[in-house]
């Protein structure tokens, strides 16, 4: 694996290395190992998987604080989205700012989100499924966000959502 840093602070690009043969390819998608070697210590115990039907599919910004903070890692294994990271921890100095990167089941490229950074995607095609592994495992009750095109963060979206939520819709500006 490959990590390579964004504008985020925490926030990592995690490219496959894939060995090739007559056979195919075969690539490690996550390593504790190699995560704690690159100084971003990692291991997910759970997994999820989102299924979007639907181009321009919106899913974020979501976050779950403190005691709750998920890592994540996620990758599109099927179809493209466009992937954002943005910072909501007060004490970074890159607080408020965001990460975005296509990832698509042909690039295996991945997202690397840390504690206290909200995440969410937008689908680039239809019928793309995101694969997510997290640590530690989902807290029922204890999700938070903020809305997509929220002034204060101005994320650089490649395009409006068709199909949103109206949880994900409704989060209010952010105060603060």
């Known amino acids: 694996m490959r990590f390579s840093?964004?504008?985020?602070v925490g926030v990592l690009?995690?490219?496959?290395?894939?060995?090739?043969?007559?056979r195919g390819?075969?690539?490690?998608?996550?390593?504790p190992e190699e995560f704690a070697a690159a100084g971003h210590p990692f291991a997910p115990v759970q997994t999820s998987l989102s299924r979007n039907t639907h181009a321009r599919t919106l899913r974020g910004m979501h976050y779950q604080p403190t005691p709750h903070a998920e890592t994540k890692l996620v990758r599109a294994v099927r179809g493209?989205?466009?992937d954002v990271a943005l910072?909501?921890?007060p004490d970074s100095p890159?607080?408020?700012?965001s990460a975005g990167a296509e990832l698509s089941a042909d690039n295996g490229r991945a997202m690397f989100?840390?504690?206290g950074v909200a995440h969410g995607f937008l689908t680039l095609e239809p019928d793309t499924d995101v694969l997510y592994q997290i640590s530690p495992s989902f807290a029922p009750g204890h999700e938070a966000g903020v809305r997509w095109d929220d002034p204060a963060f101005a994320i650089a979206w490649p395009g409006a959502p068709t199909v949103i939520s109206?949880?994900?819709s409704g989060y209010p500006d952010h105060q603060g």
């Open 25 to 31: 390819a075969f690539a490690r998608l996550q390593c």
């Open 87 to 89: 910072d909501l921890r």
């Open 5 to 8: 840093e964004t504008p985020v």
């Open 166 to 168: 109206e949880r994900d």
């Open 113 to 115: 989100i840390p504690e």
């Open 80 to 82: 493209r989205i466009f």
């Open 13 to 22: 690009i995690v490219d496959i290395e894939p060995h090739e043969d007559a």
């Open 94 to 97: 890159t607080y408020r700012q």
